[in-house]
């Protein structure tokens, strides 16, 4: 395990934290809640994960030795589990709860009730929704929550539009990297392109996510159809897979890679944990996402020095600065993002200028220290008095 106690100060003043995460897919909302726990848990807290049994979160957090609970919580409202987890959270004495997908309210908010503690109740927004939800069911759950953590700007406007959370209770806070990991420093990608058979004299194109309908996999091929035209000096490297029931999306995009003849220079690379070095031996990164409410993909590749080829929607205008860290190109139009990434091919006095300006801006803006003691800060500021002091 962590330890709890690498200095005396933090360990006076560790907080007990149950973290949830109630889905059995694996993409950035997942990997958060991982790296979120992780966080916590090497600075003295005391925390646990609470997910789906089997899936790859309960997996990845047993690898990383932090405590998980397994509840099957699939669709709303789990009375059994509800009971399971209010008692746990009496018997442990939990300070915080805070959880990461929406959906898991109406069965978290019914165990901090039976609990009789009632511990503040945190909720990290990450997906926009259509749907008002303001019936007797969401102002029950909703009610029940201290907090609202939206992720971006769009998310913060699209929790006060449709939920009955008043105004002073929804804060934005961005996701984070670690810029010590994430850091062309550290990294070393040489490897990668020798796996590949990447040459000192070609560049790079890279795409990092899962393989799921809206992420622009189709633009990409498009794009990388059309780049290739017009040189023949550039490679593109997608590293991903699919998430859970999206295993024939990810057949469909390799058999139209190869139906458009693209095999030499497309290259998949499937599922890989060592993403500072796959994105070292990137150049620049592609991000044709139909719609996304942050993209912690973005924030990576910034870190490790490297301009962007992204669409102007929705969270992304949070992190990218078009013109100045990245390209802007028009969701669902191959052409565009073809000319975004050809003019960084040939530019490469640009590539380095936008690459530098991305860094300094996850520095001052995403740097995951500074927002884990956002978090914490945010927490204490919820907890009585009585329970905020020193714990031993």
């Given at each position: 395990?962590?330890?709890?106690?690498?200095?005396?100060?933090?360990?006076?003043?560790?907080?007990?934290?149950?973290?949830?995460?109630f889905?059995?897919?694996?993409?950035?909302l997942?990997?958060?809640?991982?790296?979120?726990?992780r966080?916590?848990a090497?600075?003295?807290?005391?925390?646990?994960?609470a997910?789906c049994?089997?899936s790859?979160?309960?997996?990845e957090?047993?690898s990383?030795?932090?405590?998980t609970l397994?509840h099957?919580v699939?669709?709303?409202?789990?009375?059994?589990?509800?009971?399971?987890?209010g008692?746990f959270?009496?018997?442990?004495?939990?300070d915080?709860?805070?959880?990461q997908?929406?959906?898991?309210?109406?069965?978290?908010?019914p165990?901090v009730?039976l609990s009789?503690?009632?511990?503040?109740?945190i909720?990290?927004?990450r997906?926009g929704?259509?749907?008002s939800?303001?019936?007797?069911?969401?102002?029950?759950t909703?009610?029940?929550v201290?907090?609202?953590?939206a992720i971006?700007?769009?998310i913060?406007?699209?929790?006060?539009?449709?939920?009955?959370v008043?105004?002073?209770?929804?804060?934005?806070?961005?996701?984070?990297v670690d810029?010590d990991?994430?850091?062309?420093?550290?990294?070393d990608g040489?490897?990668?392109?020798?796996e590949?058979?990447?040459g000192?004299?070609?560049?790079?194109?890279?795409?990092?996510?899962?393989?799921?309908?809206g992420?622009?996999?189709e633009?990409?091929l498009?794009?990388?159809d059309?780049?290739?035209?017009?040189?023949?000096?550039v490679?593109?490297?997608?590293?991903?897979?699919?998430?859970?029931?999206?295993?024939?999306?990810?057949?469909?995009?390799?058999a139209m890679a190869?139906?458009?003849?693209?095999?030499?220079?497309?290259?998949?690379?499937?599922?890989?944990?060592?993403?500072?070095?796959?994105m070292?031996?990137?150049d620049?990164l592609?991000?044709p996402?139909?719609?996304?409410?942050f993209g912690?993909?973005l924030i990576?590749?910034?870190a490790?020095?490297?301009p962007?080829v992204?669409?102007?929607?929705?969270?992304?205008?949070d992190?990218?600065?078009n013109?100045e860290?990245g390209?802007?190109?028009?969701?669902?139009?191959?052409?565009?993002?073809?000319?975004?990434l050809l003019?960084?091919?040939?530019?490469?006095?640009?590539r380095h200028?936008?690459?530098?300006a991305?860094?300094?801006?996850v520095?001052e803006?995403?740097?995951q220290?500074?927002?884990?003691?956002?978090?914490?800060q945010?927490?204490?500021?919820?907890?009585?008095?009585?329970?905020a002091?020193?714990?031993?």
């Amino acid at each position: 395990m962590y330890s709890h106690s690498s200095t005396s100060s933090r360990a006076a003043h560790r907080l007990r934290i149950l973290q949830t995460c109630f889905s059995r897919s694996w993409g950035g909302l997942e990997i958060q809640a991982l790296e979120m726990s992780r966080q916590l848990a090497r600075r003295g807290h005391d925390v646990w994960l609470a997910c789906c049994p089997g899936s790859r979160l309960q997996h990845e957090a047993a690898s990383e030795e932090i405590r998980t609970l397994a509840h099957d919580v699939s669709g709303y409202f789990h009375p059994q589990i509800a009971w399971s987890l209010g008692r746990f959270i009496a018997r442990q004495g939990i300070d915080i709860v805070h959880c990461q997908l929406s959906r898991d309210l109406s069965t978290l908010v019914p165990a901090v009730r039976l609990s009789f503690k009632a511990p503040p109740v945190i909720l990290s927004k990450r997906v926009g929704s259509y749907l008002s939800k303001r019936d007797p069911l969401h102002r029950f759950t909703y009610g029940g929550v201290s907090r609202v953590l939206a992720i971006s700007n769009v998310i913060h406007r699209n929790v006060l539009e449709t939920t009955p959370v008043p105004p002073e209770r929804v804060i934005t806070v961005h996701d984070s990297v670690d810029t010590d990991l994430y850091s062309p420093v550290r990294a070393d990608g040489r490897s990668v392109r020798r796996e590949f058979g990447i040459g000192d004299d070609m560049l790079v194109t890279g795409f990092v996510g899962r393989f799921s309908p809206g992420k622009g996999h189709e633009e990409l091929l498009q794009a990388a159809d059309i780049v290739r035209k017009q040189r023949d000096n550039v490679r593109f490297l997608v590293v991903g897979e699919a998430s859970f029931g999206e295993r024939q999306y990810e057949l469909k995009i390799r058999a139209m890679a190869g139906t458009m003849g693209l095999e030499e220079i497309v290259l998949f690379a499937g599922f890989r944990r060592n993403i500072p070095d796959i994105m070292a031996a990137f150049d620049l990164l592609a991000f044709p996402s139909h719609a996304e409410s942050f993209g912690v993909v973005l924030i990576e590749a910034m870190a490790m020095e490297l301009p962007v080829v992204s669409t102007n929607c929705d969270g992304v205008l949070d992190i990218v600065v078009n013109g100045e860290t990245g390209i802007y190109v028009s969701p669902r139009n191959p052409s565009e993002l073809a000319a975004g990434l050809l003019r960084l091919i040939d530019e490469p006095e640009t590539r380095h200028r936008m690459g530098k300006a991305g860094r300094r801006r996850v520095l001052e803006k995403f740097d995951q220290q500074k927002q884990i003691d956002k978090l914490v800060q945010i927490y204490r500021e919820l907890l009585p008095e009585t329970n905020a002091g020193e714990r031993k």
